[in-house]
């Protein structure tokens, strides 16, 4: 199968219109993302993704940490021509592998995070590198200029930023142009769209791509009590999850479900297919073979006017799902 191929930006980065999330496919220190990783399946995936067309990953230092980076140099092994590989920095991490949960964006930082996962990537180069999150005690013009000079030295290759405010995308694109910015975005989660980001990254010509775009798992349709998630499973402590808001959000994922099976097709490809529509590059994360085919099969779903309208009334922009992270996490966001 060949995927739609689409330019990321302006800048020159061409990618098939959906990629892999890796997040899942470690644990993260003692805990487990998304239930329990399986390595063996998890590079079966990264594979089958490949052959699917599937070869946009996407992966960040934090994850494990580097174990996730580490995981994908061993699925790639001596393949690294056939993927493009996206990572990301800015969640410090001291010489001891201890993440500090500070945000580190300074120039000396953004040297040693890009050779740190240069060396866990077992590469010579990044496609696109990113911020994970905006350094507030840094200017952003300086965490850019840093990382301008990585694709001047040919170590990357493109860069972007994650979950950052229109001010700080123009800001950052007067240093060095942006090729994509990616933030949580999802049938769910909308406030890029609401904060005006969208709107100004098409004016500047930055693609745009979209992280948990089910919802974190909501939208699939296979969690109907707080219970469906382990004890240590990290959405335990998202708003969305509590009880708030998860009736609430249990009775719009039915309202999905009914649309997806008039289309025969399942809630998490239709969530897939409405991003994938507005020209946004999702990159739903999953460690298994079954759900990376689903995934890719959702790219033929064909979605007309009326039922881009249909989705949107079951869930319109401005809709309060609850937050997409705990108060210390939402106070990082830019």
């Known amino acids: 199968m ?3 191929q689409i330019k990321l930006g302006s800048q020159g980065l061409t990618i098939p219109n959906i990629g892999l999330g890796c997040m899942g496919m470690t644990g993260f ?55 493009i590989i996206a ?4 969640w410090e991490i001291d010489d001891h592998d201890q993440v500090t949960w500070a945000i580190n964006g300074t120039k000396d930082y953004v040297k040693k ?29 300086e965490t850019v200029g840093a990382m301008s000079d990585l694709v ?35 049938l769910f989660e909308r406030t890029a769209e609401q904060k005006g980001v969208l709107a100004t990254l098409k004016e500047l010509g930055i693609g745009f791509v979209a992280y948990s775009p089910l919802g974190r798992g909501f939208l699939s349709g296979q969690i109907r009590s707080i219970n469906d998630l382990p004890e240590n499973d990290f959405r335990r402590a998202i708003p969305r999850f509590q009880e708030a808001y998860f009736n609430k959000n249990i009775e719009l994922v039915k309202a999905i479900e009914s649309m997806a099976a008039e289309k025969s097709v399942t809630s998490s490809q239709l969530a ?35 039922d881009l309208l249909k989705l949107e009334s079951i869930v319109p922009l401005g809709t309060d799902t609850g937050a997409p992270y705990d108060e210390f996490s939402m106070g990082l966001l830019d």
């Not at 170590?155 to 405010?165: A, D």
């Not at 079954?290 to 033929?300: C, F, L, P, S």
Request: glycine residues 6%; aromatic residues 8%.
């Open 2 to 4: 060949n995927l739609n």
């Open 29 to 83: 220190e003692d805990a487990h993302m998304y239930g329990e990783a399986d390595e063996k399946e998890a590079i079966a995936t990264i594979h089958r993704s490949l052959e699917l067309g599937g070869n946009f990953l996407d992966t960040a230092d934090l994850y494990g940490p580097f174990k996730n980076e580490q995981l994908i140099a061993k699925a790639m092994g001596n393949s690294r021509d056939q993927y």
């Open 87 to 90: 990572t990301k920095f800015g």
């Open 113 to 141: 995070a890009v050779e740190r996962s240069l060396k866990n990537l077992k590469t010579d180069y990044i496609d696109l590198y990113y911020m994970h999150r905006l350094d507030k005690n840094t200017p952003v013009e």
């Open 152 to 186: 001047k030295e040919g170590k990357v290759r493109y860069i972007g930023l994650s979950e950052v405010s229109s001010e700080t995308v123009r800001k950052a694109h007067t240093i060095h142009p942006l090729t994509a910015v990616q933030s949580e975005y999802s």
């Open 272 to 306: 897939l297919a409405w991003i994938i529509s507005k020209g946004i590059v999702p990159i739903p994360g999953t460690k298994r073979r079954k759900y990376v085919e689903q995934n890719i099969d959702a790219t033929k779903i064909h979605l007309q006017e009326a």
